[in-house]
C-alpha cells in the first residue's frame, strides 16, 4: 500500500514528494516526462514585485522555507542546484530612483533591495536610467533538481507513463490504479489539468510564455539581468531569455511575434552581439486570481489538487508543499486564498468516471 500517488513532475509534483520523503512516506509519481512549464523556465528565485516594489503575497515566509529546502537538498542529494547571485535591475525613467529609495528602506523589503542607484555603464548594456541590485536572490536549475531527484527513486517509486484517468478505482476510502493501492492521489500536472475530468471546473486559465537561449561573449554568469524582461546565466556564454505572457493562445508551439518580441524588447537595452540558438514555448499554469489550487475534491475525498504554482514555483513551491502535507495528512486547515473551495460556486456536475 503506498501512502501516496503524485500524478506530474514538474516543480509542483518534486516538492510534493520530496515533502513525503521528509515523513518516509511511500509513494509513486507518475509523469509522461513531457516538457511542461517547469523544465522550460528560467528558475528566478525572487520574493518581490518589481513592477510595484513590493512584496509577493507572504513572501518573506516562502523565501525562507526555499532556502531550508533546496539547501537541505542539495545536502541529502549531494547536487549543487541553487545559486544565490544578485538581480540588476534596470530603470526605464528616473522617477523609478524615488520610488526604489522609498522601497528599499521598508522593512521586508530592505532585505532584498539594494538602496544604492547605480549609474555607471555596463560593458554591452544601455543603462540610460541607472540600476539597481536585488540582494539574497537567485536561481535554480529547475532541470537539475528534477533529474536528480528522479534518478534516486527505483522503478515502484517513478513509473514514465502516461496517466489512464479511466485505470483510477475507489474502493473502501483507497484508490487502486493498475493493481497499485494507495491512501490517496495527488495531481500535480500544471495545464494539462484541464483534460483532468475531477478536477478541469477550476479557473485555471494558463499563460503561454515564450522564451529564447542566446549566446553572448559579453553578459556576466554572475548575475541576473531584469530590463522589461529577465536574462538568466545557464552555463558558459549561454543565457535563458524571457518571457512573454500570452492568454489567449494556448499551445506550446513558439511563434514568430513572441520571438520578435522578445528580440526588441532584448535588442533595446543590449548593446551588444548575441545568438539566438534555441526558442521555446510552455504554458504556465497560472489561475485566475493568481493563486495556487490546492486541495481535496468536493466529492472524492482522497483526490487532491496541488497546482497553479504560475511563474513563482521556485519561490513558493517548497512551503506550498509542507502546507500541502499538514492539509493531507494532519488535516490542518488551508490558507482561504489556496484552498480550492473558493471556486465552490464553480463545481456543479463534473465527468465522474464510472468504475
Same mark, same amino acid.
Given at each position: 500500500?503506498?501512502?501516496?500517488?503524485?500524478?506530474?513532475?514538474?516543480?509542483?509534483?518534486?516538492?510534493?514528494?520530496?515533502?513525503?520523503?521528509?515523513?518516509?512516506?511511500?509513494?509513486?509519481?507518475?509523469?509522461?516526462?513531457?516538457?511542461?512549464?517547469?523544465?522550460?523556465?528560467?528558475?528566478?528565485?525572487?520574493?518581490?514585485?518589481?513592477?510595484?516594489?513590493?512584496?509577493?503575497?507572504?513572501?518573506?515566509?516562502?523565501?525562507?522555507?526555499?532556502?531550508?529546502?533546496?539547501?537541505?537538498?542539495?545536502?541529502?542529494?549531494?547536487?549543487?542546484?541553487?545559486?544565490?547571485?544578485?538581480?540588476?535591475?534596470?530603470?526605464?525613467?528616473?522617477?523609478?530612483?524615488?520610488?526604489?529609495?522609498?522601497?528599499?528602506?521598508?522593512?521586508?523589503?530592505?532585505?532584498?533591495?539594494?538602496?544604492?542607484?547605480?549609474?555607471?555603464?555596463?560593458?554591452?548594456?544601455?543603462?540610460?536610467?541607472?540600476?539597481?541590485?536585488?540582494?539574497?536572490?537567485?536561481?535554480?536549475?529547475?532541470?537539475?533538481?528534477?533529474?536528480?531527484?528522479?534518478?534516486?527513486?527505483?522503478?515502484?517509486?517513478?513509473?514514465?507513463?502516461?496517466?489512464?484517468?479511466?485505470?483510477?478505482?475507489?474502493?473502501?476510502?483507497?484508490?487502486?490504479?493498475?493493481? +497499485? #493501492?494507495? %491512501?490517496?492521489?495527488?495531481?500535480?500536472?500544471?495545464?494539462?489539468? /484541464?483534460?483532468?475530468?475531477? *478536477?478541469?471546473? &477550476?479557473?485555471?486559465?494558463?499563460?503561454?510564455?515564450?522564451?529564447?537561449?542566446?549566446?553572448?561573449?559579453?553578459?556576466?554568469?554572475?548575475?541576473?539581468?531584469?530590463?522589461?524582461?529577465?536574462?538568466?546565466?545557464?552555463?558558459?556564454?549561454?543565457?535563458?531569455?524571457?518571457?512573454?505572457?500570452?492568454?489567449?493562445?494556448?499551445?506550446?508551439?513558439?511563434?514568430?511575434?513572441?520571438?520578435?518580441?522578445?528580440?526588441?524588447?532584448?535588442?533595446?537595452?543590449?548593446?551588444?552581439?548575441?545568438?539566438?540558438?534555441?526558442?521555446?514555448?510552455?504554458?504556465?499554469?497560472? +489561475? #485566475?486570481? %493568481?493563486?495556487?489550487?490546492?486541495?481535496?475534491?468536493?466529492?472524492? /475525498?482522497?483526490?487532491?489538487? *496541488?497546482?497553479? &504554482?504560475?511563474?513563482?514555483?521556485?519561490?513558493?513551491?517548497?512551503?506550498?508543499?509542507?502546507?500541502?502535507?499538514?492539509?493531507?495528512?494532519?488535516?490542518?486547515?488551508?490558507?482561504?486564498?489556496?484552498?480550492?473551495?473558493?471556486?465552490?460556486?464553480?463545481?456543479?456536475?463534473?465527468?465522474?468516471?464510472?468504475?
Amino acid at each position: 500500500m503506498k501512502d501516496a500517488i503524485i500524478v506530474g513532475f514538474g516543480l509542483a509534483g518534486f516538492h510534493c514528494a520530496l515533502e513525503l520523503q521528509k515523513h518516509k512516506k511511500d509513494f509513486l509519481i507518475i509523469s509522461n516526462e513531457r516538457e511542461g512549464a517547469s523544465k522550460n523556465a528560467g528558475g528566478v528565485f525572487n520574493p518581490t514585485v518589481l513592477k510595484r516594489y513590493t512584496m509577493s503575497w507572504r513572501g518573506e515566509e516562502f523565501f525562507d522555507q526555499a532556502i531550508s529546502t533546496y539547501s537541505f537538498f542539495e545536502e541529502k542529494y549531494n547536487i549543487n542546484v541553487f545559486q544565490k547571485i544578485p538581480i540588476i535591475y534596470y530603470f526605464n525613467q528616473l522617477s523609478n530612483h524615488n520610488d526604489w529609495t522609498v522601497a528599499s528602506n521598508r522593512k521586508g523589503l530592505d532585505r532584498f533591495l539594494s538602496p544604492l542607484i547605480n549609474t555607471d555603464a555596463n560593458k554591452g548594456i544601455n543603462a540610460n536610467f541607472g540600476y539597481a541590485k536585488l540582494q539574497n536572490v537567485g536561481k535554480l536549475d529547475i532541470s537539475k533538481t528534477l533529474e536528480g531527484f528522479k534518478k534516486k527513486l527505483d522503478s515502484n517509486s517513478f513509473s514514465q507513463k502516461e496517466f489512464d484517468y479511466g485505470e483510477l478505482k475507489f474502493i473502501n476510502n483507497k484508490i487502486e490504479y493498475k493493481n +497499485v #493501492k494507495a %491512501r490517496y492521489i495527488v495531481f500535480c500536472e500544471g495545464f494539462q489539468l /484541464k483534460r483532468n475530468p475531477w *478536477f478541469s471546473y &477550476l479557473p485555471l486559465e494558463g499563460s503561454k510564455g515564450e522564451f529564447l537561449h542566446i549566446r553572448s561573449k559579453v553578459l556576466s554568469q554572475k548575475k541576473i539581468i531584469k530590463a522589461g524582461l529577465f536574462i538568466v546565466p545557464i552555463e558558459k556564454d549561454l543565457f535563458w531569455v524571457g518571457a512573454n505572457f500570452d492568454r489567449k493562445d494556448k499551445t506550446s508551439k513558439p511563434t514568430k511575434s513572441g520571438k520578435d518580441w522578445i528580440l526588441v524588447k532584448l535588442k533595446s537595452f543590449l548593446d551588444s552581439p548575441f545568438e539566438v540558438v534555441d526558442h521555446k514555448a510552455a504554458i504556465r499554469p497560472t +489561475v #485566475k486570481d %493568481r493563486r495556487p489550487l490546492l486541495g481535496a475534491h468536493p466529492k472524492q /475525498k482522497n483526490l487532491y489538487i *496541488f497546482n497553479g &504554482l504560475g511563474s513563482r514555483g521556485v519561490l513558493m513551491g517548497p512551503l506550498l508543499a509542507k502546507w500541502m502535507y499538514k492539509f493531507v495528512v494532519e488535516k490542518k486547515k488551508l490558507y482561504p486564498e489556496l484552498a480550492i473551495n473558493r471556486f465552490e460556486t464553480y463545481f456543479s456536475n463534473p465527468k465522474n468516471i464510472d468504475v
